[in-house]
T-cell receptor, first 115, second 111 residues
Framework: AQKITQTQPGMFVQEKEAVTLDCTYD???????LFWYKQPSSGEMIFLIY??????QNATEGRYSLNFQKARKSANLVISASQLGDSAMYFC????????????FGTGTQLKVEL | DTEVTQTPKHLVMGMTNKKSLKCEQH?????MYWYKQKAKKPPELMFV???????INESVPSRFSPECPNSSLLNLHLHALQPEDSALYLC??????????FGPGTRLTVT
């Protein structure tokens, strides 16, 4: 299985500022994808954005964008104009080698947005 | 509509009880999942159903018994649980290998 590393256990950002959450992965696959999910304290896991390894452009979705560096095996999430509601745990599970719809979550990054 | 619903939201049960968790989606997704999440830990996959057939069982103890009565419903039957089974149980669904959509979860406490 692919290994995911999220090196920032906790991050703080001021409201309206941008923040980057790091995600690196270890894979020998040529074709793979990465999801980003947000989990507020309420518990629900919310899908944010997806990046495929063969996508020519970095994925964007509203205030979320990915800084995908395939050679460095990183897919960092950039949240622009942070809002208080962005305070949550963030995970970046990859797709599985050879396909398959099993998600394996890393340790996550806890983001807190402050006034 | 990208909603997955789960009932109940909270459940407290004794170690001798039998209870069931329910999950429902109406997005036409053909894959459904159960995850278990302990406090301050990432979710861990328990079961995957694909086209109403169990496709993945992550060596889950038999006191957890999944059931997929139809393409919209997923149940998790609980029997003789232990206090360490107390956790947030998340259900999800997806269209094949696409992103998974999660329900709000059931917070289970075993006493």
């Amino acid at each position: 299985a692919q290994k995911i590393t999220q090196t920032q256990p906790g991050m703080f950002v001021q409201e309206k500022e941008a923040v980057t959450l790091d995600c690196t992965y270890d894979t020998s696959d040529q074709s793979y994808g990465l999801f980003w999910y947000k989990q507020p304290s309420s518990g629900e896991m919310i899908f944010l954005i997806y990046q495929g390894s063969y996508d020519e452009q970095n994925a964007t979705e509203g205030r979320y964008s990915l800084n995908f560096q395939k050679a460095r095996k990183s897919a960092n999430l950039v949240i622009s104009a942070s809002q208080l509601g962005d305070s949550a745990m963030y995970f970046c599970p990859p797709t599985q080698p050879g396909g398959g719809n099993k998600l394996t979550f890393g340790t996550g990054t806890q983001l807190k947005v402050e006034l | 509509d990208t909603e997955v619903t789960q009932t109940p939201k909270h459940l407290v049960m004794g170690m001798t009880n039998k209870k069931s968790l329910k999950c429902e989606q109406h997005m036409g997704h053909r894959a459904m999942y159960w995850y278990k999440q302990k406090a301050k830990k990432p979710p861990e996959l328990m079961f995957v159903y694909s086209y109403e057939k169990l496709s993945i069982n992550e060596s889950v103890p038999s006191r957890f018994s999944p059931e997929c009565p139809n393409s919209s419903l997923l149940n998790l039957h609980l029997h003789a649980l232990q206090p360490e089974d107390s956790a947030l149980y998340l259900c999800a669904s997806s269209q094949a290998m696409d992103e998974q959509y999660f329900g709000p979860g059931t917070r289970l406490t075993v006493t």
